[in-house]
């Protein structure tokens, strides 16, 4: 950022835009203001430890971080299976570049907090809604966008190597960020982050928000609720 000449600036992400912006926040240089998220990182070390042992959710845990607990151990048991493939054995997924119909299917497999696949991307493709969530703004077209940009610059099986050389990351494992932070939580995310969670790995919280609808891939299913939430967050840093 420095390079492209901005002395004072902000980051956003969510899901690895969400990492890299941690990343950022825990570098802490002196030109970033603050963060917002819509995928914040606040698992307490206790509970990815009784997530990894498959025990069942500590009975001293309030109700949101109960349910917090069982969407993580549930996501882990059944919807995270294409991260582990392209963790350990990338270029065995010879055929996303093979074949434009297993990339689709590798592409619109990937879940939200409401599905496998995502409510949104599902609603989309079939042009109706699904167990009541729509697509939001997502369009058949945009589906196809993005699996045609994969395809027509042959990069599925390079992106996948993310994975690889970033094993053992944890998008949820609690971050331990000091500068101002903002958190916006989705209804359809993979989980629904506590507040309780949240302040502790982010010590100087200054937003957080449950919103009413949009989930995993919100900045596309919902681009206006999410700018707002993108505003409002960074609103106290002006």
């Known amino acids: 950022m420095k390079r492209l000449g901005y002395t004072r600036f902000a980051a956003q992400g969510g899901d690895v835009g969400a990492i890299i912006s941690h990343a950022m926040a825990q570098q802490t240089p002196p030109e970033l203001l603050g963060i917002h998220t819509?995928?914040?990182?606040?698992?307490?070390?206790?509970?990815?430890?009784?997530?990894?042992?498959?025990d069942s959710a500590p009975f001293t845990l309030s109700a949101d971080e109960r349910r917090a607990y069982?969407?993580?151990?549930?996501?882990?048991?059944?919807?995270?299976?294409?991260?582990?493939?392209?963790?350990?054995?990338?270029?065995?997924?010879?055929?996303?570049?093979d074949s434009p119909v297993g990339l689709a299917a590798w592409i619109l497999d990937h879940g939200d907090g409401y599905d496998q696949?995502?409510?949104?991307?599902?609603?989309?493709?079939?042009?109706?809604?699904?167990?009541?969530?729509?697509?939001?703004?997502?369009?058949?077209?945009?589906?196809l966008d993005d699996v045609t940009l994969y395809?027509?610059?042959?990069?599925?099986?390079?992106?996948?190597?993310?994975?690889?050389?970033?094993?053992?990351?944890?998008?949820?494992?609690?971050?331990?960020?000091?500068?101002?932070?903002a958190v916006s939580v989705f209804p359809g995310e993979i989980y629904q982050a506590p507040r309780s969670w949240t302040e502790r790995a982010h010590s100087n919280l200054i937003y957080f928000n449950e919103v009413e609808k949009g989930g995993h891939f919100a900045a596309w299913e919902q681009p206006l609720p999410f700018s707002e939430e993108v505003h409002a967050g960074f609103r106290p840093l002006r």
């Open 38 to 54: 819509n995928f914040p990182g606040t698992l307490p070390p206790e509970i990815g430890k009784a997530l990894q042992s498959g």
């Open 70 to 97: 069982d969407q993580v151990r549930d996501f882990k048991a059944s919807h995270f299976a294409y991260a582990t493939m392209m963790a350990t054995r990338p270029q065995t997924l010879y055929g996303l570049a």
């Open 117 to 143: 696949p995502a409510a949104a991307i599902t609603a989309a493709v079939l042009g109706r809604p699904i167990n009541g969530h729509t697509a939001g703004d997502v369009t058949r077209d945009d589906i």
């Open 151 to 181: 395809w027509l610059t042959d990069t599925a099986v390079s992106a996948t190597r993310f994975y690889w050389e970033n094993k053992g990351m944890s998008a949820l494992g609690a971050v331990n960020v000091s500068i101002p932070a």
